[in-house]
């Protein structure tokens, strides 16, 4: 026995909707178990809809207690109800309004969907399908309304109240101990974007004077005590405001701007009309408790979802086959509001590596799918890799192809034409060829087709003729059930590298559109020649990775060190510094397979020392280029037979080898890399703390007599999170004798701090070593450790999961079995959770064959399990076929 799949949803099928709904009164009577909801809505069947067709609305786990129709209450055979739905069997040809009371139980709402209690504090989440669990209604994204909600709750308890739009009026309830307050929101929307808040929470309060003089108020909403920790996210939502009106020309549109941290939350955060609700680990911060890296996306996750009141609410999805619409958009403009706010070379380097790290991977297995999916079973596991990194890589290659004055015109032309829309990419794209007269029909196959193209490159030099060849051809390897794909259109910035590091100017082009510095390929192959090029270059092509490809170039090492050292663009020679680093992985991986001793290269290895001493790189820039890629990436990188404990094995002898080799660099480089005055996360101290960090990296795995000493040392002095953490997962990660006694201060110090705590679980959950499972298993009997709350999961489940590739894949198959059993056991409480858990799986087919074995049989106990949720059945089906 096992459990149903759901039905397929198939894009091919949309219909739009029968009856219309313009406007929903709702108020809400909040209690901890019994909360009342009373919906009103004015229903009218839209041109076309037969006269008497039944009014279907949607519902999930809901007790209907009374429905009227146009004030009458509705005779029971006028009707079906069931949890999940609700049928209005012939409604009236004229417009109608529907009066529906349901009953909702918050307290009980484990799945984090709909309405809940986070705290004692009442939230909602309603994308995707979340609605329906409040009211009965249609909940899907093209059925635009516009909502005045009242809120009702114990002013005691609940002694602030908010919900989207405009506060309208507040008061007592006459002989209760109760409050009310109404907002009204004048932006019709869809239902998945409506939101309420209750709770006793502190107010941060501030306020935003927009570019045409309007007036904003701006709140911050918290647990009382962390007040103090909002700071950064007010002032990174000021400069996304200024940034969107700057850069976009886009305003905010409402007198009020509220966002409220919780504690429990499936996801980062949510774009609610003028409510965004945030996970709190994307609000709060002190240099105490964050990291750089936590302000980092503190800034950008406050940039994304205010960016989203133009890219999402004002203009949304039609349906949710459309989901990067508004998520490829909305993460390109938030990378470029970074971009401007920091370093934009190392910016760009970062979402490259999220993206090689976790779209590649998902792009290559069985959980593929194209940017926009033409068939899902359950949306919420479409809130993937693809839809949001590689939807902002297409639509940044539509900027690269069309040119930035181009691409702002057909922005504008989509701003203009679907504002109130409800929309498709084929309509965002005509916007683009209507603006700019661009034929974007091959360009769209992006959106199309899963997998990763492949891009061959062969270049051939005649020094006779004084031509420069390049070969090039592209490839989108076979994807189960994707019928073959066609040719992509690929922007490939690039540049010929002479001997001195200069770009050539090439005389005459041949055989492909050139623009500026971007060729444009278009056909499986084509090649290029290049005349006037007396000597041989070194072709530098993706630059900024123009592309989300891989490149398969067999350049020379010479090449690749000439552009590790001298390539303009920094993002290649990133990448140049990457590539010698994953060939020589590769090939000490293969000698720890057979057992041979591993000597790294002798020239690679002085790269690492060359871009430790070059005086003119950029600290962040030059940490980056220290990082080597990630035992993760190299496995993928293998692609199959993969043996986890060879890569560790290879990647640990390289990076000490680094260490033996470059010892004073790595001195100078520790010392020198301490940025003065007191904290700040702004991008140049914060690079210079990452180099820092890296460079104690490798000292600490050196034969410096004194290396665990320093590292003891600064854990204890340290002043700030991102030294503190750094120093910690050194002393487990590589074991040293301090390790205990560090871990009992940490907690010490943060046992009252929960996301500080998180960090104190993922270290040791990352650890690698043969003890760390068992550890694991007792971290979470913790009584710090809080299974309910998602972010304690991903903190301890997930991290061991995804981040320890050798202990997720021990040779017993415990690791696998430990992840099924938390899956499962997560699975009755909250799907989103333990179906997101159960993606780690998703490369197992690409490990060695007793690993992939072990990993098989345990992913079959969940799919013989009787009761899993759609999500779980969804994921695992997918993975297993
Ligand atoms: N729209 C949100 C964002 O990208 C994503 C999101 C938040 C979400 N919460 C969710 C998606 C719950 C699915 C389920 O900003
Ligand atoms: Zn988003």
Redesign the pocket.
Known sequence: MRSETAPAIRLEDYQPPAYRIDTVHLTIRLHPSETEVVSVVSVAPQEGTGAGTPLLLDGDELTLSAVALNGRVLAESAYFVSSDRLEILAPPAEPFELTITTLINPDANTK??GLYRSSGTYCT?C??E?FRRITYFLDRPDVLAVYTTRIEASRQDCPVLLANGNPVEAGEIADTDRHFSTWHDPHPKPA?LFALVAGDLARVPDSFRTMSGKHVDLNIFVEHGNEALCGWAMDSLKRSMTWDEETFGLEYDLDVFNIVAVSD???????NKGLN?FNDKYVLADPETATDQDYANIEA?IA??YF?NWT?NRITCRDWFQLCL??GL??FRDQEFTSDMRSRPVKRIADVRLLKSHQFPEDAGPLAHPVRPRVYHE??NF?TATV?EKGAEVVRMLKTVLGPANFRKGLDLYFERHDGDATTIEAFLACFEDATGTDLGQFALWYEQAGTPVLSVKTEHDPVRGTFSVDLAQEIPPVPGQRKSKPVLMPLRFGLVDENGQDMEPGAVDGIEIAGDVMLLEQARQKVTFSGIPSKPALSLLRGFSAPVRLDQNQSEQDLQHLAAHDGDPFNRWQAVQTLAMRELLRLTHLSRSDEALTPSRSVIDVFGKVLRDRELDPALKALALTLPSEADIAQEIGKDVDPDAIHDARQTFRREIAASHSSALRDALTNSMPSGPYSPDAEPAGMRALGNRALHYFAVSDAENATEIVWDRFRSADNMTDRIACLTLIVHDAMPQKDEALNAYRLRHENNSLAMDKWFMVQATAPGSGTLEHVRALRSDPLFDETNPNRVRALLQSFATGNPTQFARMDGAGFEFIVAAVLELDKRNP?VASRLLTSFRSWRALESQRCALAESALLKISSCEELSRDSRDIIDRTLQ
Do not use: D
């Open positions: 984090l969907m989440q994308e995707a979340g998945y939350f499936n996801m980062g955060a949510m774009e609700v996750v994304h979802e989203h999402g508004k998520e909305t993460v949306i919420n809130y949001y989103q």
